[in-house]
């Protein structure tokens, strides 16, 4: 759910592309991606951002992101 809001904000940027290549260079350091997010979430204020954060902290979900924007391409 919140992977999906996120994918529809970086359509809505026009970042679909960017966003793309970013993920799938990142895909094999995911794990460390992961952890990094979980090290800054909380200095980020509540609201949407801090949750699609929390959202990205599972090593599987940055592999789906790049699954719905590929979905949004078609």
């Known amino acids: 759910q919140q992977l999906n809001a996120l994918a529809e904000e970086i359509e809505r940027h026009g970042l679909r ?3 793309q290549i970013f993920l ?3 895909s094999p350091i995911s ?3 992961s952890q990094s997010l979980a090290v800054f979430r909380p200095l980020l ?3 949407r951002w801090r949750n699609y954060v ?3 902290e599972d090593d599987t979900s940055w ?4 699954r719905i924007l590929e979905r949004k391409a078609c």
Request: charged share 5%.
């Open 45 to 47: 204020p509540h609201g």
């Open 31 to 33: 794990i460390i991606a």
């Open 63 to 66: 592999e789906a992101l790049w």
């Open 17 to 19: 592309g960017p966003a």
């Open 24 to 26: 799938g260079s990142i």
């Open 54 to 56: 929390t959202a990205l």
